[in-house]
């Protein structure tokens, strides 16, 4: 839940032709009113805003003026954060939007010297996208519907933008292409009024967090362990403090020992003795020569294992990567569709059922769905337990290679001990270089020791850190629980704020539709994209536009009343005349607007609002924006 309203304003829009501004009107808080008779091009002032907002407009949905014109600017204001946005005219792309941190007037103050922070549709590793970039500022969290999918600017404004293309019993803009999910409209509608569960979106991190970190620790502690106690399973600090006294005992003893040598006089050595000194060192080189060839071979074998292993899951990741473009790139363009048979040339037919255009195989949505998880899942699971082995290799690497190093530190002991056998004359100076040797074992078990004894310190650390973070965890959980459930009653709160804001709307309509004057409820779902008065949903077409801009209506006074709402107060509303609405209506509509905000700082929201049939009194107020467009002119100046 957010803790202060979300504001979203417009103080300026301007739509550019080479170096003209063909529209530049500067738009106020409270309600703006853009009238005139019909086919001025109202609609295409709207569409134009949306777009410079960060919505997506279908390329059949440009019409031939709008074409023509090259840029959109808007002042804007973000929780109170002015800039100025732009975007360049692309019918059917979507263009990167420019962000300029200051007013418009600023802006053109600025001229050449004015900076501009380009952001693109996509996210880079570099930059956000200009949906993240909008998010931030208007301090929102990067949402996520339940399939993962992310929400954007534009399905934001779908809420937002009630437009004329959509049909009127729908509650959200339509989607011009073939993705959308009832998830993706349920994620917008609980975003929006504040529903999601983002409100335990950080405590989600939090939980996240502290799980990777258990299992970092809980890998650490099996690493110490093995490197401390293979076989034990067990190791005891007093146990190591009593071999460590056993080792000092025994050092003791060898260096007193070594010194009753240094003083005794050299005795010769008979050669029998020496060679058999000598042989035997020379047995132990050849036994150790062989164990560390075989080992050395065998640490390739597994250095090799672990190169393949590592490429393995780098495949896999790629497959990965390459899988969710896929669907991100159907998601985002749809089916391929062909004018022409690629074969014969003849013109394609739809057929209108869910199957290929082309080969006219049945096509099942839920059966893609359920291949690409299915894919994606075992793609997973071949991740997981890759880097499960990979793990145990390089485990078992380590642990070959501090064998290898012990052995090979073996053989350069045995070898000096062949040499001085060789070169020896005494057996006084063999005693010595055998207890130098020994004292040199001792000692670097004693240092073995000490470093056992820091990591028993490690380890105690450890599992301190390892009981707090399972505290931790279990707290968090329960957090999210009491969170789900806070959840919960407010959804059934905002939903019976808006029912009776809803119906109290209705019931203002004036007499035009009887079942209006006498509804108790109105219930509505995001994910279904539809609405029930007393549950029925069929009423005439004009009947349906009031139930639709009331409920928008609605919406955007229950956000004036609950800050926890991000609904950022802003409505665009461009269907006030659509589906044969007469002017008696239309005109009452209007009032009822009006009205149902007074109640309400100007300055906390905004309107913007198009008709053909403008209220008399309120064609004469300062609520109306730019002209009133007569018949035969255009709101853009071509």
């Known amino acids: 839940m957010t803790s202060k309203p979300s504001t979203f304003f417009v103080n300026r829009f301007i739509i550019v032709k080479g170096s003209k501004a063909v529209y530049d009107e500067v738009f106020h808080r409270g309600v703006n009113i853009i009238r005139g008779a019909n086919s001025v091009g109202k609609s295409t002032i709207m569409d134009f805003l949306f777009n410079c907002l960060g919505g997506d407009i279908a390329e059949d949905r440009w019409n031939e003026e709008a074409q023509t014109c090259d840029a959109v600017f808007a002042e804007i204001e973000l929780n109170g954060h002015a800039l100025t946005i732009y975007r360049p005219v692309q019918p059917g792309k979507k263009p990167p939007m420019g962000f300029f941190d200051g007013s418009y007037e600023q802006l053109q103050a600025a001229n050449t010297a004015a900076v501009w922070q380009s952001y693109g549709i996509n996210r880079t590793d570099e930059k956000l996208s200009f949906s993240q970039q909008l998010f931030e500022l208007l301090d929102w969290p990067h949402s996520q519907t339940d399939d993962f999918a992310n929400l954007t600017i534009h399905?934001?404004?779908?809420?937002?933008?009630?437009?004329?293309?959509?049909?009127?019993?729908?509650?959200?803009?339509?989607?011009?292409?073939?993705?959308?999910?009832?998830?993706?409209?349920?994620?917008?509608?609980?975003?929006?009024?504040?529903?999601?569960?983002?409100?335990?979106?950080?405590?989600?991190?939090?939980?996240?967090?502290?799980?990777?970190?258990?299992?970092?620790?809980?890998?650490?502690?099996?690493?110490?362990?093995?490197?401390?106690?293979?076989?034990?399973?067990?190791?005891?600090?007093?146990?190591?403090?009593?071999?460590?006294?056993?080792?000092?005992?025994?050092?003791?003893?060898?260096?007193?020992?070594?010194?009753?040598?240094?003083?005794?006089?050299?005795?010769?050595?008979?050669?029998?003795?020496?060679?058999?000194?000598?042989?035997?060192?020379?047995?132990?080189?050849?036994?150790?020569?062989?164990?560390?060839?075989?080992?050395?071979?065998?640490?390739?074998?597994?250095?090799?294992e672990i190169v393949e292993s590592e490429l393995f899951i780098t495949a896999i990741e790629s497959r990965i990567k390459a899988l969710k473009e896929s669907r991100t790139a159907y998601e985002f363009f749809g089916e391929v569709r062909f004018k022409f048979c690629p074969s014969c040339l003849s013109a394609l037919s739809d057929s209108g059922k869910e199957q290929c255009h082309l080969c006219k195989t049945e096509l099942d949505k839920n059966s893609r769905e359920a291949s690409y998880l299915a894919a994606l899942n075992e793609l997973a699971f071949q991740k997981k337990e890759s880097t499960k082995v990979l793990v145990e290799l390089r485990t078992k690497l380590s642990e070959h290679a501090h064998y290898l190093n012990s052995k090979q530190f073996a053989l350069q002991t045995v070898k000096s001990n062949h040499i001085m056998a060789l070169r020896m004359s005494s057996d006084r100076v063999l005693k010595l270089n055998e207890l130098s040797a020994k004292i040199g074992t001792i000692e670097e078990r004693i240092k073995n020791y000490d470093t056992k004894a820091k990591l028993v310190g490690a380890v105690e650390g450890l599992i301190e850190k390892k009981q707090n973070l399972n505290a931790i965890m279990l707290e968090l959980d329960e957090q999210i629980k009491a969170s789900k459930s806070q959840t919960s009653s407010r959804r059934e709160s905002i939903e019976s704020n808006l029912s009776e804001k809803t119906v109290e709307l209705l019931k203002k309509d004036g007499g035009f539709e009887p079942a209006f004057n006498v509804a108790q409820t109105v219930m509505f779902d995001f994910g279904k994209d539809f609405m029930l008065v007393d549950g029925r949903s069929k009423f005439s077409a004009s009947s349906e536009t009031i139930l639709k801009n009331s409920f928008h209506l609605a919406i955007l006074l229950e956000s004036l009343e609950d800050d926890s709402m991000r609904y950022p107060r802003l409505l665009l509303l461009d269907n006030t005349e659509d589906k044969g609405m007469g002017p008696d209506r239309s005109q009452n509509f209007q009032r009822v607007l009006v009205e149902a905000l007074t109640e309400h700082d100007e300055k906390s929201y905004q309107v913007i609002m198009t008709t053909s049939m403008v209220d008399p009194a309120l064609d004469t107020s300062d609520l109306c924006v730019g002209p009133h467009y007569a018949k035969g002119m255009h709101t853009l100046s071509l």
Do not use: C, W
């Open 155 to 304: 399905q934001i404004l779908r809420l937002i933008y009630v437009d004329q293309g959509t049909a009127v019993n729908k509650i959200l803009r339509a989607e011009y292409s073939t993705f959308d999910k009832p998830s993706m409209r349920q994620a917008i509608g609980d975003f929006l009024l504040g529903l999601d569960d983002l409100g335990i979106y950080s405590l989600k991190q939090q939980l996240s967090k502290a799980e990777s970190e258990f299992a970092k620790i809980d890998g650490q502690l099996d690493s110490i362990y093995r490197y401390i106690s293979p076989s034990e399973g067990v190791l005891r600090v007093a146990s190591l403090n009593s071999a460590i006294g056993d080792a000092n005992k025994e050092l003791l003893e060898l260096l007193a020992h070594r010194d009753t040598l240094l003083t005794q006089s050299d005795e010769s050595i008979s050669d029998a003795v020496l060679k058999a000194k000598a042989e035997q060192a020379s047995q132990q080189i050849a036994e150790l020569t062989k164990e560390i060839d075989i080992r050395t071979a065998k640490q390739a074998e597994m250095l090799n």
